[in-house]
C-alpha cells in the first residue's frame, strides 16, 4: 500500500504534510482505515472523538501492489481471469504497467482475461484508488442534469451509503480491496452460476429447474451430472448438450416427490437440499459447481380487504407476520466481522423469538456466511437493494452500472430460502418530497420521477424477474407500490417515526393501523461496559459531554432521550442511572407498538424494529450494542414477540387481555388476570379456560375499568394488573399494565434478594421481592456473562428463576453480581418527578 499524502505519527494532519517514500504491508480483503490502523499510522477511529482527525483519509489517493508469480504451466491455460470480487469503490487497475479494468462500483465483481498480458515469473498488479469524493465530483459533472436536480455527488459512484455518515454512524469515506480476489485458470468451459430455480413447490413435489450459465471456448459436446442430498435422501439427473463458443444457458429439470420444506423459524424445520453439479467432455471432469437451496414458497399477498391491500409473506401457504429487526453493517468496516460476530447477532434476533430481519438498503450486500446463517436458523430476510435515502442520479450510464449490479447480486444470492423479498431501495421514494425537491422546477421534478420510475420499477423490477421471478420485489420501503392511501384504505409497508422524530407520546403507535411496519424505534444508550471502551473517565460525567455527544450521531439525539425521560420518568440520580434508565425507556416505547400491531393481527401482519446491531459503540437505536451484548429491549422483544403473547390494553373505559397465536394449530389454556397493589394484595382476580385458534388475536377478558379503577377509595397510581397464560401447565406468557398516567405511578423502594448457585459455566438465579420491581437488572462488572432474560419485573412475593451463562466461577459472580430495579435509578424527588414507568 502507498499514497502520497499520508499523516504522521498516527496524526491528522493536512493531507499534504507527508508523503510516503517506501510501501506498507497491507491486507487483502481489506480497506485503508484498517491497513493504516495496523501500520500504527492512526490511532483507533472508534475511541473518544478520533473520527473527526481521520476525515483526511478520504481525500487522500491510495495505491495497492502485489507481485503476481506467474508459472508456465499456468499460461497454459485457454483463459487466465484476473477476478475482484468487490473493489470499493472507484479504482484503476494495470498489470506490468498496463491498463486492465476500471471500476466504479463496489458491489459487482470485476472479472478480466490477463493471460495475454502476463508473464512467465514476477508480474506487477497496481490498484489505484483515486479519493472516492473526487472520483464521484468528476462522474456528476458529466450529467447536466446534477446541477438542476441536485443530486448528492456521492451517489454518482456506487458505494455504501453509511460510509458517509448516519444518524447512527460514524464518517470513514474508506478505499480498499474489500472482498476476495484471485486468478481463475480455465481452458475448455467453466460453470459461471448454478441456481436452482423453484419453479413449483408444495408438500407432494417440488418441481426445479436446475439452470446454469456455461462458459465455453468454442463448440463442443458435453454433459451435466447433478447430484443432490438432503438428510440422507439422496438423487441425481444428468443431460447432454451442446456449447457454442462464449455464454450458454442450460437448463436442467427435476422434480422431487414428498421434499421436506423449508420452514420461517416457528413454523417448521428449515432443511437444506445440497446440490453438485460436475461438467464432462467424454470422460474428463471440466468443472464442477456446489449450491445449496431450501425448499419453499412464498407470496406476498396483496389483497383488498376492508382496510385497504393486504401485505403479508404468505409460505407454503403459511400467512406468516413478520417479527424482527431492521439489520444495518455489523461494523464501519466490514472485513473485521467475524464468524462468531455475524452467528452471535443472527442467534440472539432467533432467540428473542424474532423471524425476520431487514437487510437495509444503506449498507453492502452481505457475505454467503450470513445468508447461510439466517437459512439455517430460519430467518426470512427482506433483503434491500443498497439505495439508502439519497437520490440516485438518472444518467442512462448509472442505469447500465445498477442493472449489472443487480443482475450479479441477485444470481449471487437467489439459492438462499431466507430471502423471502427484494426491495429496491430504502426511502428513496420518500425522499422525492425531502430537501426541498418539491420546490424544484416541474420540468426537474418530472425528469427526477421518470428516472425513479426507470431504475426502481423498471430496471430492477425487470432484473429480478429475470433471474429470480419466485422471490417478491417491492420499489421501495416505505411504500404503497404508488397506489393512494389514506386512513380507510392503507396499503403497502409503513415505517412510522412519530415517536421520536415526531416526538410524540409513545402511545401515538396505537392511533396507526399500517399493514406492515417495517421501521419504528427509539435510541437509547448501551452499558457502561460498552461506554467505558472509548471513554476516559472524565467523558462519563454526563451524556452532554463532547466525546458522549460525538458518539450519537442524530440531531439533538441525546437531549431527546433526556426530553423523553423528563416526560416520562424524571432525573436519573447519576450517569450509570441514566444508561440503564435510557435503555428501559427504550424497551418500553417500541413494546407498546409492538404489541399493538400484534393485536391487530391479520390487519397488521409486520413488526419490524429499528433496529438490531450497532456498526460502532455509540447511542443508537439498536437492541444490541456493538459488542454484541443485549440492550433491555432485546429482552423485551423476546416477550413481546413470542409465540404466544398475552397482552392488556385499555381501550373504551375497560381493560382487555388479548392472546395473539402464532402458532399454527389450535391450543387451550388457562388465563388469568389479577388486579394487585403493590405490596401483592389481589384486589380482582379473573381465571377462565380459552380456546386459542391458530394463527389468531382475540380479547378473552374485558373489564370494566369502574369495576377497580378509583372505586371503594382505590388509588389507581398504587394498583396494577397483571395477565398471564399457562399452555399444558405450563407458563406461555405474562404481562402487567398500569391505570394511570406514568408521573403519577410510584414505585415503592424494592429490597431484591438473589440467590446463584450452580458451576460448570451454567448457574441459576433466582430473584424475589417482596413488592413490584419493575425491571430487576442483573450485571456482572466486567465478566461476560449470558442471560436467559433480564430487566424482569419482580411481582411480589413471586420469585423468578433466571439461567446464567459465563466461564466466571460463582465465587466471581457472586462478588460482582448487582441488582437494580427502574426506581434504584432515581434520587429522592418530589412526588410530581418521582421514577415512574410508561403506561402499560
Known amino acids: 500500500m502507498e499514497t502520497g499524502d499520508a499523516p504522521a505519527n498516527g496524526q491528522a494532519p493536512a493531507p499534504s504534510a507527508v508523503k510516503t517514500t517506501h510501501w506498507l504491508p497491507a491486507q487483502v480483503p ?3 482505515h484498517l491497513d493504516l490502523l495496523h501500520n500504527n499510522l492512526i490511532p483507533d477511529p472508534f475511541y473518544r472523538d478520533n473520527e473527526a482527525k481521520l476525515q483526511w483519509v478520504q481525500d487522500a489517493s491510495w495505491e495497492y501492489q502485489t507481485t503476481l508469480t506467474v508459472t508456465q504451466s499456468m499460461l497454459a491455460h485457454q483463459h487466465v481471469e484476473l477476478v475482484f470480487d468487490g473493489l470499493d469503490s472507484a479504482a484503476d487497475v494495470s498489470i506490468n504497467g498496463q491498463h486492465v479494468l476500471s471500476a466504479d462500483n463496489m458491489f459487482r465483481q470485476w472479472r478480466v482475461d490477463v493471460r495475454a498480458i502476463l508473464k512467465p515469473g514476477a508480474n506487477t498488479l497496481l490498484v489505484v484508488f483515486p479519493s472516492p469524493i473526487k472520483a464521484a465530483q468528476k462522474v456528476a459533472a458529466n450529467d447536466p442534469w446534477q446541477s438542476r436536480t441536485k443530486t448528492a455527488e456521492k451517489t454518482y459512484i456506487r458505494k455504501a451509503a453509511y460510509e458517509y455518515g448516519w444518524d447512527w454512524g460514524p464518517r470513514f469515506v474508506t478505499s480498499g480491496i474489500w472482498r476476495p480476489a484471485h486468478l481463475d485458470l480455465w481452458d475448455d468451459a467453466r460453470i459461471d452460476n448454478f441456481y436452482i430455480q423453484q419453479q413449483e413447490i408444495s408438500k407432494q413435489a417440488a418441481e426445479l429447474n436446475l439452470k446454469f450459465t456455461v462458459q465455453s471456448s468454442s463448440d463442443q459436446k458435453a454433459t451435466l451430472q447433478v447430484n443432490y442430498d438432503e438428510g440422507g435422501h439422496q438423487g441425481s439427473v444428468s443431460r447432454d448438450f451442446e456449447l457454442v463458443p462464449g455464454e450458454n444457458d442450460v437448463d436442467l429439470p427435476l422434480e422431487i416427490a414428498n421434499p421436506d420444506l423449508w420452514y420461517p423459524t416457528g413454523y ?82 432467533k432467540d428473542a423469538n424474532m423471524n425476520m430481519i431487514r437487510h437495509w438498503g444503506g449498507g453492502y450486500y452481505e457475505t454467503q456466511e450470513f445468508y447461510d446463517i439466517c437459512d439455517e436458523l430460519g430467518l426470512m430476510v427482506w433483503q434491500d437493494f443498497m439505495f439508502g435515502n439519497d437520490w440516485q442520479p438518472g444518467t442512462y450510464s448509472f442505469k447500465q452500472n445498477v442493472e ?119 435510541q437509547s444508550f448501551p452499558e457502561m461496559r460498552t461506554i467505558e471502551a472509548f471513554t476516559k473517565p472524565e467523558d462519563r460525567t454526563s451524556i ?19 426530553d423523553y425521560m423528563l416526560r416520562y420518568y424524571g432525573e436519573p440520580k447519576d450517569f450509570a442511572s441514566f444508561l440503564y ?154 404481562n402487567i399494565i398500569y391505570f394511570a ?79 437494580v430495579s427502574l426506581v434504584d435509578a432515581f434520587g429522592a424527588q418530589p412526588a410530581s418527578a418521582a421514577a415512574v414507568v410508561p403506561a402499560r
Open 268 to 349: 417448521g424445520a428449515q432443511p437444506i437440499y445440497h446440490f453438485h453439479a460436475r461438467l464432462t467432455e467424454g470422460k474428463a471432469t471440466v468443472d464442477e459447481a456446489d449450491a445449496k437451496a431450501g425448499m419453499r414458497k412464498v407470496v406476498l399477498r396483496r389483497d383488498v380487504d376492508q382496510w385497504g391491500r393486504s401485505f403479508e409473506f404468505v409460505v407454503n401457504g403459511i400467512p406468516v407476520f413478520a417479527k424482527g429487526a431492521d439489520v444495518i453493517p455489523f461494523d464501519s468496516f466490514p472485513n473485521r466481522v467475524t464468524t462468531a460476530q455475524y452467528r452471535q447477532i443472527l442467534q440472539s434476533a
Open 30 to 32: 481489506g480497506d485503508v
Open 544 to 562: 452532554f459531554t463532547p466525546v458522549m455527544l460525538a458518539h450519537q450521531k442524530n440531531d439533538a439525539g441525546n437531549q431527546i432521550i433526556h
Open 741 to 819: 398516567p406514568t408521573k403519577q405511578v410510584h414505585l415503592p423502594q424494592a429490597k431484591i434478594a438473589s440467590e446463584l448457585s450452580g458451576g460448570n459455566g451454567t448457574y441459576t438465579l433466582k430473584l424475589s421481592s417482596p413488592v413490584l420491581a419493575r425491571d430487576a437488572y442483573v450485571s456482572f462488572g466486567d465478566n461476560d456473562v449470558k442471560f436467559s432474560d433480564n430487566y424482569v419485573d419482580l411481582l411480589p412475593g413471586e420469585p423468578q428463576t433466571i439461567t446464567v451463562t459465563s466461564n466466571a466461577s460463582l465465587e466471581m459472580l457472586r462478588s460482582s453480581m448487582k441488582v
Open 404 to 522: 449489472k449490479e443487480v443482475e450479479y447480486q441477485v444470481k449471487r444470492l437467489r439459492n438462499h430460502p431466507s430471502i423471502v423479498l427484494w426491495s429496491g431501495n430504502n426511502e428513496t421514494e420518500s425522499a422525492f418530497a425531502w430537501g426541498g425537491r418539491s420546490e424544484l422546477p416541474a420540468d426537474v421534478r418530472l425528469r427526477m420521477w421518470q428516472d425513479y420510475l426507470t431504475t426502481f420499477s423498471g430496471v430492477i423490477a425487470r432484473t429480478v424477474a429475470q433471474f429470480n421471478p419466485e422471490t417478491p420485489y417491492w420499489p421501495s420501503s416505505p411504500s404503497a407500490d404508488y397506489e393512494d392511501t389514506s386512513a380507510k384504505y392503507m396499503s403497502g409497508d409503513m415505517h412510522d417515526w412519530s415517536v421520536w422524530h415526531g416526538n410524540a407520546e409513545f402511545s401515538e403507535y396505537e392511533k396507526h393501523f399500517p399493514r406492515f411496519v417495517s421501521e419504528y424505534g427509539f
Open 581 to 734: 434508565a435510557s435503555q428501559v425507556l427504550q424497551a418500553e416505547s417500541t413494546r407498546i407498538g409492538a404489541e399493538h400491531w400484534r393485536r391487530l393481527r391479520p390487519r397488521t401482519m409486520g413488526s419490524i424494529f429499528w433496529q438490531l446491531n450497532d456498526c460502532w459503540p455509540v447511542a443508537s437505536w439498536a437492541s444490541i450494542d456493538y459488542y454484541g451484548r443485549w440492550k433491555a429491549l432485546q429482552y423485551y422483544a423476546k416477550r413481546f414477540y413470542a409465540p404466544v403473547l398475552v397482552s392488556p390494553y385499555i381501550e373504551d373505559g375497560k381493560l382487555d387481555v388479548y392472546v395473539v397465536s402464532d402458532r399454527t394449530e389450535a391450543q387451550s389454556g388457562q388465563l388469568r388476570l389479577r388486579i394487585m397493589d403493590f405490596n401483592g394484595k389481589v384486589l380482582k382476580e379473573q381465571t377462565l379456560s380459552v380456546s386459542l385458534p391458530a394463527l389468531s388475536s382475540r380479547a378473552y377478558i374485558e373489564l370494566p375499568l369502574s369495576e377497580f379503577v378509583n372505586a371503594n377509595g382505590t388509588d389507581s397510581a398504587a394498583i396494577f394488573g397483571a395477565a398471564d397464560l399457562t399452555i399444558a401447565g405450563q407458563p406461555a406468557s405474562s
